[in-house]
C-alpha cells in the first residue's frame, strides 16, 4: 500500500471525527431547531455504533484563516461582540455568550482536518459541529450559520497545500448559498449540490453555474430515494468526476431525510450511505481517497443518529 510522505503510523482504516465541547455552548434557545442536542446525539450515535471511535478535539480556526473568505466586519459581529445574552443576528440567527468559541472551533475543525488528510495522517475525516456553515457569506451569518466553516477550511487546502481543484460536494436539503457565493468567481474550487426547490434560502437554480464550477440540480418537494439517486448518478457524480478533484469535502447535511421537520424530500439513512460510498470511490479514484466531511444540518435526532452512523461507516469503507 501506497502512503504518502509524512504519514504518521495512524490507522487509515478508523476515521477520526474532530468535533469540541464548546460547540455546545452555542445557544440558541427554546423551540429552535438548531440546537445542541443534535450534536449530542450525533456523537452519542457514533460512539455506540463505533465502540473504538477516534474522536478528536478540534482547534479554534484562527482570524487569518477566517478572513481568507469572509469579511473583518463578520469576525467583528461573531468574535468581539461579547453579548451578556442570546441576540438575533436575523429571524433564525443566533449569538450568545458561547457562540464565538463554538463557531472559532467549528471553523477550527475543517482546517484541522485538511491538515490531517494532506500531511497524510488520515485519509479521511468527519467533523462533527455546529453550528452549521454553508449558508454563511463572506459578510453575513444567516440560516443557523455564522461562519462557513467548509468554505474556510476549503480556502485553507488553496492557500496553505496549494491545491488548485478542490470539491465541495452538498447533499443537504438547502442549498448552499454562501459557499456558492464564495466560490463562484473561483475555478479552483467546484461546488456540486442537490437540494429542495423551492425552499429556504431560494438560490441554487440550474442556471447559476459560476464560472462552470458550479452545478445545482434543485429537486422538488417529495422526490425520494430513485430519483434522488438518479439525479446524483447522472447528472452529479460525472461532473465531480471529471473535475478530478485533488481533495473532495462533503457539506454533510442530514435534512433530507424524511423525517426532518424542515423539509420534504424522503430519503433514508442509507441513501446518505450510498451517496457517500460513491464519493469515497471518486475520491480513490482521483485523490487516493481523500475526504473531508463536515456536519451542517439535519434536525430530527433518530434521522441524524441513523444517518451519521451510515455517514461515518461508508467514509471508513
Ligand atoms: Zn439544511
Known amino acids: 500500500m501506497h502512503h504518502p510522505v509524512g504519514f504518521g503510523g495512524g490507522d487509515l482504516r478508523r476515521v477520526p471525527v474532530f468535533s469540541h465541547p464548546s460547540l455546545l455552548d452555542h445557544d440558541t434557545g427554546p423551540g429552535h431547531a438548531e440546537r445542541p442536542e443534535r450534536l449530542a446525539a450525533v456523537i452519542e450515535a457514533l460512539r455506540t455504533a463505533f465502540p473504538d471511535l477516534d474522536l478528536r478535539q ?4 484562527t482570524r487569518g484563516q477566517l478572513l481568507r473568505v469572509h469579511d473583518a466586519a463578520l469576525l467583528e459581529t461573531v468574535l468581539d461582540s461579547r453579548p451578556t445574552g442570546r441576540i438575533p443576528l436575523d429571524s433564525d440567527t443566533v449569538l450568545s455568550p458561547g457562540s464565538a468559541q463554538a463557531a472559532l472551533h467549528a471553523a477550527g475543525a475543517g482546517v484541522a482536518a485538511v491538515d490531517a488528510v494532506q500531511g497524510g495522517s488520515e485519509r479521511r475525516v468527519f467533523c462533527a459541529v455546529r453550528p452549521p456553515g454553508h449558508h454563511a457569506t463572506a459578510d453575513i451569518a444567516m440560516g443557523f450559520c455564522l461562519f462557513n466553516n467548509i468554505a474556510v477550511a476549503a480556502a485553507h487546502a488553496l492557500d496553505r497545500y496549494g491545491l ?13 448559498n454562501g459557499t456558492q457565493a ?34 445545482n440540480v434543485p429537486l422538488a418537494a417529495g422526490t425520494g430515494s430513485p430519483r434522488f439517486c438518479e439525479a446524483w448518478r447522472e447528472r452529479l457524480l460525472p461532473e465531480i468526476d471529471a473535475f478530478a478533484p485533488q481533495l473532495l469535502m462533503i457539506s454533510a447535511g442530514f435534512d433530507a431525510h424524511w423525517r426532518d421537520p424542515l423539509a420534504q424530500l424522503q430519503l433514508d439513512a442509507e441513501d446518505f450511505g450510498w451517496l457517500t460510498r460513491e464519493l469515497v470511490a471518486i475520491a480513490e479514484r482521483h485523490c487516493e481517497g481523500r475526504v473531508v466531511s463536515m ?11 441513523e444517518s451519521s452512523v451510515a455517514h461515518l461507516r461508508a467514509l471508513t469503507g
Open 164 to 176: 488548485t481543484r478542490v470539491s465541495i460536494v452538498d447533499f443537504d436539503v438547502h442549498h448552499g
Open 295 to 305: 456536519l451542517e444540518g439535519g434536525y430530527d435526532l433518530q434521522a441524524l443518529r
Open 58 to 61: 478540534a482547534p479554534p480556526a
Open 182 to 215: 464564495i466560490f463562484e468567481a473561483e475555478p479552483r474550487v467546484q461546488y456540486v449540490s442537490s437540494h429542495q426547490m423551492p425552499l429556504f434560502p431560494d438560490t441554487g437554480r440550474r442556471d447559476e453555474r459560476g464560472v462552470g464550477n458550479i452545478v
